[in-house]
């Protein structure tokens, strides 16, 4: 029956409305996860139907990858009811139905597989005589990788009855879902073709469950552990003949299903190890061994009492030691110690112990063993058995004899005193040793020093046997001044420590006195060494050197301070302290730095300057001062003076020091000479033809220079063409800091955008002029300055050289260009509005555009560019206070007139313009194609007419020609005081017949 059958039969009951007596069929709740490759169940059962007592069911599954299509499975009535996809599995059982009851039927999957995984239905066709209840019921089966692994190393091993055994089980899983384990341990006697026995379960919930036949054994004799994350652990104290056969480990990995309950959803077991089990020999044998049995009196004495045996660690022995066939110690089975009377009370001294190290060892030891321990040793061993009224001998074993040889105390002891230096300076610290060897015995120390002009020798300290230290009266404040030290080394090595050494005092013989003790004995042995010691003065010496007297300025220059003295300087401290006097002398010598003897350095305060250039260092026997960049502050006489120094105490943790020695050394004068340029500047004279409208760069290149690090400023000067003795302007300057610095002519922003000054390379600075016109020519040159850092001066100027000058001309053009000519002269007064025109003349090329410049200057001086108009009619102004006085007309393409508004006094001069003509070449570029310039316009400015008159007079009306001279008086009248300080210009006019000319 289809699902459309069964969704009819559904709609049916519904439409009825009866709910007595229907059919319900119930399936296992999902959803249910199983492991792939394991067998599987799932159990259906139908209740309230009518008719058999035999009901048919029918499974089908949805799969997930089409969950609406259903796929027949396996049916208990039609044998053609599987899918092609199940009919195989179905016919060889793989799939099957096992009916519980007529009513109760269970699906088995003998091998899951990764493709059974989906929505199962079980449907049971109807046998009532009306559709009424449910017919169906469905659950869900996830299929899940198999992760459970257990592994055991398989293994043939043999035990001794009684034995210990351990085996270990490795058992993981990975499963995504929460699952448990459960581990069991299996025996099989025999070849292991009968039925595996339970040794110990460890459950899911982890419960210890002991299998029937080590029931007994449990709580004594077999264990199971978990040791670590997936280690278990089978330990069996005793084994047993019955334990013989093979064990193997299985662990079970469960799940808990929706409906609560616990399933088992993967097994795994082991390999198996193979246990055979061997019969105890419980035979044994005693042996006596001592670790030295030749010994001196006071030596240790160890007596070992072994007993060999099989299983010896589950059987019970008891150890009986006799000396010269008397009972003297005995161990019982449990450990527990008895001691004869005599041996009691030398155990309580700790001068003798009996212990029981092992099951097999035994030991008798005498930590210091005397005359009355010689003799023959042996030990008595008894196996005991356990029984409920204690123990009872079984067998017992008696050890070999062995003799113990002691002999008397004697003294093998040798003593000599070694000195640690071969030479003591005075303040050097005396260091001797006083090895002692022949001995381990106990042993005291006693040191005597006797000095050259006394006859009695004087006690320094001692050292007891317990390390205690017994100063000598005269050495009592050197002690707690922690000016003597006596130190025990090793066992045999005694080192006498005596601190900041006198001359006169310490000098002379020293004895070392050792006693050796042994209980109620003692010997007594002496060595003796002399030693002389140095005093600090004796030849100190300090020589001054110097590489050179003569320095250059700006020039590093070093000192060498030798230090000389018969004994060697890295033995006591030293101090040296550079010393300097200026040159006239003026306040004696004065310190620079002083070097202390711990390496600090104290800078004098006299001449601070030296501390920011001078490096200072010291070794054992000189001292080197490195003056960097001299000056002439740095020119003087220079000397070191040295100073030995002693410790005045050990008591400090850092002991105060004192000089105890001093030396000057010899005066080094030095002399610093000012440095010399080496700078050189191309002074060849050039000259450069350009083109109008063209780019171009003058050249200022560097020959030479004092050092490689100098700095430069670089000044760029221009000469105007007239007059010949034209002051030069400033064009720009860039210190050695790089900063511009442009001159009053040239600082307006056409003039800054038109010329830069570039560094090209260490040596080569160009002065770059963009768009070259008529008003740039001139000469052109620079002027370097060579700087120079000092520490004491900062940057100062070393010298200055001035560059070779570059003519730059404007370059005659072949094309001409038609600009009139004629010079004009113009009289204006002042805020009147002049006109000066620049005009172009003949015919231009049609397809041509024209720019102007105009020029403005004195009659003796430079021009300047005033304005300029460029091709695409932009007026580009050089001062920005101009833009409201200058106006170009422009009435026709060649009319480049130009109006100046307003006009006043600083206007005068001479005007001049310069027309451009364009062209496009093949590249559709504007090029230049020629330039000219016009004639002069020279404009004169007057005084405003009301404030100013004019009255010619003559001195004869009339004249006869070659009667007489012309005499003519000019006289100005002003209308306002205080223009003394006005400048006028005079221009004499004479009037004919054509008009008026300028005489």
């Not at 070659?962 to 223009?979: A, V």
């Amino acid at each position: 029956m289809g699902s459309v059958q069964r969704s009819a039969a559904l709609l049916l009951f519904v439409l009825t409305g009866l709910c007595v007596g229907q059919r319900v069929v119930l399936v296992q709740e999902g959803r249910l996860y199983r492991t792939r490759g394991y067998h599987i169940t799932i159990w259906c059962k139908v209740s309230g139907y009518q008719g058999p007592s035999e009901q048919n069911f029918q499974w089908s599954i949805y799969l997930p990858s089409a969950p609406e299509r259903e796929v027949h499975i396996i049916s208990t009535m039609d044998p053609s009811f599987p899918y092609t996809i199940y009919t195989q599995r179905v016919r060889s059982g793989e799939i099957y139905v096992e009916r519980v009851q007529g009513d109760y039927a269970l699906l088995h999957i003998t091998e899951l597989q990764d493709r059974d995984a989906g929505e199962y239905e079980c449907y049971t066709p109807t046998t009532d005589e009306r559709y009424f209840g449910s017919y169906s019921a469905k659950m869900n089966l996830s299929v899940i990788p198999d992760t459970l692994s257990a592994t055991m190393t398989p293994q043939a091993l043999t035990q001794v009855e009684g034995g210990p055994l351990e085996l270990t089980c490795e058992v993981s899983k990975s499963t995504a879902q929460h699952t448990h384990l459960s581990v069991a341990w299996y025996h099989l006697q025999g070849s292991g073709d009968g039925q595996a026995m339970v040794i110990l379960s460890l459950s899911k919930d982890f419960i210890l469950t002991p299998g029937s036949s080590y029931t007994q054994r449990f709580l004594s004799d077999v264990r199971l552990d978990k040791v670590g994350d997936t280690t278990y652990k089978l330990s069996i104290g005793r084994v047993q003949p019955s334990d013989q056969g093979q064990v193997y480990c299985e662990a079970v990995e469960w799940i808990q299903d929706p409906g609560g309950t616990w399933k088992d959803i993967a097994r795994k077991q082991t390999e198996k190890t193979s246990l055979t089990i061997r019969s105890q020999d419980r035979d044994f044998q005693a042996n006596i061994a001592a670790v030295e049995s030749s010994l001196a009196e006071r030596e240790p004495l160890q007596i070992n009492c072994s007993v060999k045996a099989q299983n010896s660690q589950n059987r019970w022995f008891q150890v009986i030691w006799l000396f010269k066939g008397e009972v003297v110690a005995r161990i019982d089975p449990h450990g527990v110690l008895a001691l004869k009377e005599e041996y009691e009370e030398r155990a309580a001294l700790g001068q003798l112990q009996v212990v029981k190290k092992s099951n097999e060892v035994y030991i008798l030891k005498v930590y210091q063993v005397e005359l009355k321990d010689k003799g023959t040793y042996s030990c008595k061993v008894s196996e005991m058995e356990k029984a409920s009224t204690g123990f009872s001998t079984t067998q017992f074993k008696t050890s070999s004899d062995i003799d113990v040889n002691v002999t008397p105390i004697e003294s093998h002891m040798h003593v000599s005193v070694l000195s640690s230096e071969r030479q003591i300076v005075e303040g050097d610290t005396l260091i001797l040793h006083c090895e002692v060897s022949g001995t381990t015995r106990p042993l005291s120390v006693n040191w005597w020093h006797l000095r050259k002009n006394r006859d009695q020798p004087e006690h320094i300290v001692g050292m007891e046997q317990d390390g205690m230290l017994r100063p000598g009266p005269s050495y009592q404040e050197r002690s707690a001044n922690r000016d003597l030290r006596l130190e025990k080394m090793n066992s045999t090595t005694f080192t006498l420590a005596i601190y900041n050494t006198s001359a006169t005092n310490d000098g002379g013989s020293y004895k070392c006195e050792v006693t050796e003790w042994s209980m109620d004995r003692s010997w007594k042995q002496a060595q003796e060494t002399s030693v002389a010691i140095s005093p600090l003065s004796l030849d100190l010496r300090a020589t001054l050197i110097s590489r050179t007297a003569n320095v250059t300025f700006t020039q590093d220059f070093e000192l060498f301070c030798q230090i000389s003295a018969p004994y060697l300087t890295t033995q006591v401290p030293i101090s040296v302290t550079w010393q300097f006097n200026t040159i006239p002398e003026a306040n004696g010598y004065q310190q620079l730095v002083k070097i202390m003897p711990r390496g600090t350095i104290e800078w004098g305060a006299a001449q601070p300057h030296f501390q920011r250039k001078t490096r200072v260092t010291k070794s054992a026997s000189s001292s080197q001062l490195l003056i960097h960049s001299a000056t002439e502050q740095d020119a003087g006489r220079y000397r070191c003076e040295v100073e030995v120094w002693r410790r005045s105490s050990q008591q400090a943790r850092h002991p105060a020091m004192a000089a105890a020695a001093a030396v000057k050394s010899n005066v080094v004068e030095i002399k610093v000479n000012p440095p010399e340029s080496k700078l050189r500047v191309n002074t060849e004279d050039r000259f450069l033809e350009i083109s109008g409208g063209t780019d171009t760069e003058i050249e200022c290149r560097v020959t030479s220079l004092t050092q490689r690090d100098s700095q430069l400023a670089i000044t760029w000067y221009f000469l105007p063409p007239s007059p010949a003795d034209a002051a030069p302007l400033q064009i720009v300057r860039t210190n050695y800091s790089n900063i511009l610095d442009y001159g009053a002519e040239f600082s307006s922003v056409m003039q800054k955008s038109k010329f830069h000054s570039e560094r090209v390379s260490s040596d080569l600075f160009w002065l770059r002029i963009l768009s070259v016109n008529h008003g740039d020519r001139g000469r052109y040159y620079c002027l370097v300055e060579e700087w120079l850092w000092s520490v004491d001066r900062g940057w100062y100027k070393l010298g200055r050289k001035e560059s070779g000058k570059t003519m730059l001309e404007f370059k005659v053009s072949e094309n001409k260009l038609h600009v009139e000519k004629t010079n004009h002269n113009i009289t204006a007064t002042e805020n009147e509005d002049v006109t000066m025109s620049c005009l172009l003349q003949g015919p231009s090329q049609p397809d041509s555009l024209f720019s102007a410049i105009w020029f403005h200057g004195l009659e003796h001086s430079g021009m300047k560019t005033l304005v300029k108009v460029h091709i695409s009619g932009m007026v580009e102004y050089a001062e920005e206070e101009m833009v409201g006085r200058l106006h170009l007309r422009r009435p026709s393409v060649g009319d480049f007139s130009l109006t100046l508004r307003s006009m006043e006094p600083g206007d005068a001069g001479l005007y001049y313009c310069q027309v451009q003509e364009w062209q496009q070449d093949s590249g559709g570029t504007w090029v230049q194609w020629v330039s000219e310039v016009s004639g002069y316009t020279r404009l004169t400015a007057l005084p405003p007419a009301d404030d100013q008159q004019v009255q010619v007079a003559s001195s004869a009306a009339v004249l006869q020609e070659n009667q007489g001279d012309l005499h003519l008086d000019c006289n100005f009248l002003l209308g306002s005081p205080g223009t003394s300080g006005t400048a006028f210009s005079v221009t004499w006019w004479r009037m004919t017949g054509g008009g008026r000319e300028v005489t």
